[in-house]
C-alpha cells in the first residue's frame, strides 16, 4: 500500500535563509511523487511533481525537489524564504500499479519569519 | 481558462439529514478525484473518477457515494450525516487518464454537521 510521510508538523525559517520540508514515501512499484502548497481556506496549488529522470525537479515559485531513491525521500527544498512562503505543504505519491489513486502526507506547516 | 469550481462553498446540516456537493472540473478535464480534509486526519482519499466511471475507492463508509456525469462534472453525496462529516471537501480534476498527472483542486465545500 501506499504511503506518505512527512516527520515534521511545523518548520521555522528566517526569511532569506535556505528551507526544506521532508517527505519520505512507501510505494510497491516506482513512486510518482509531488509537492502541494495550500494557503488559508483555499484549495491545494501543484508546485512541482517526480515521474522519471533527473533527480532534482523544479516547480513554481522557485521551489525544487531531491529524489532519493535509496532513502525513498522527496524532500521539498527553497534557496532563500519568503515570508509569503508561509503555508501548509503537502507530499504527494501515487504508485504506478496502485490506481489513479494520490495518497497525501499529513502536511507540513511553514512558518518564514521575517 | 476557469478553475475546478465547487459548489456549495460553505454548508450546515443537522444530524441525519444527507448532502450533496458539487464539482466542475477545468474544461477538457475528464479525471475527477474527492478529498475530504480534517485537521485531525489530514487530506482523506474519497474517489476518483473517469469517463462516468469510478476506477478507486477510498476507505469510507457506504454513506458516501459519487458519480460523474458525461460532461465530466461529477457530485459527491453523504447521507445520514454525522458530526464527523464536518470537514472540508475537495475536489481535484485532472487532464489525463495517465497516472502521472498532478491534480488541480477547487477550493473546496467546507461542511458543519450539528
Known amino acids: 500500500a501506499q504511503s506518505v510521510a512527512q516527520p515534521e508538523d511545523q518548520v521555522n525559517v528566517a526569511e532569506g535563509n535556505p528551507l526544506t520540508v521532508k517527505c519520505t514515501y512507501s510505494?510497491?512499484?516506482?513512486?510518482?511523487l509531488f509537492w502541494y502548497v495550500q494557503y488559508p481556506n483555499r484549495g491545494l496549488q501543484f508546485l512541482l511533481k517526480?515521474?522519471?529522470?533527473?533527480?532534482l525537479v523544479k516547480g513554481s515559485y522557485g521551489f525544487e525537489a531531491e529524489f532519493n531513491k535509496s532513502q525513498t525521500s522527496f524532500h521539498l527544498k527553497k534557496p532563500s524564504a519568503l515570508v509569503s512562503d508561509s503555508a501548509l505543504y503537502f507530499c504527494?505519491?501515487?504508485?504506478?500499479?496502485?490506481?489513479?489513486?494520490?495518497?497525501f502526507g499529513a502536511g507540513t506547516r511553514l512558518f518564514v519569519k521575517a | 481558462k476557469a478553475g475546478v469550481t465547487q459548489t456549495p462553498r460553505y454548508l450546515i446540516k443537522t444530524r441525519g439529514q444527507q448532502v450533496t456537493l458539487s464539482c466542475s472540473p477545468i474544461?477538457?478535464?475528464?479525471?475527477v478525484s474527492w478529498y475530504q480534509q480534517t485537521p485531525g486526519q489530514g487530506l482523506q482519499f474519497l474517489f476518483e473518477?473517469?469517463?462516468?466511471?469510478?476506477?478507486n475507492k477510498g476507505n469510507f463508509p457506504g454513506r458516501f457515494s459519487g458519480r460523474q456525469f458525461s460532461n465530466s462534472r461529477s457530485e459527491m453525496n453523504v447521507s445520514t450525516l454525522e458530526l464527523g462529516d464536518s470537514a472540508l471537501y475537495l475536489c481535484?480534476?485532472?487532464?489525463?487518464?495517465?497516472?502521472?498527472?498532478?491534480?488541480?483542486f477547487g477550493e473546496g465545500s467546507r461542511l458543519t454537521v450539528l
Open positions: 504527494a505519491v501515487r504508485d504506478e500499479s496502485g490506481g489513479f489513486k494520490t495518497i
Open positions: 481535484a480534476s485532472s487532464r489525463t487518464d495517465a497516472n502521472t498527472g498532478e491534480l488541480f
Open positions: 517526480y515521474i522519471t529522470g533527473d533527480n
Open positions: 510505494v510497491s512499484g516506482n513512486p510518482y
Open positions: 474544461s477538457g478535464h475528464r479525471s
Open positions: 473518477y473517469f469517463s462516468e466511471t469510478q476506477r
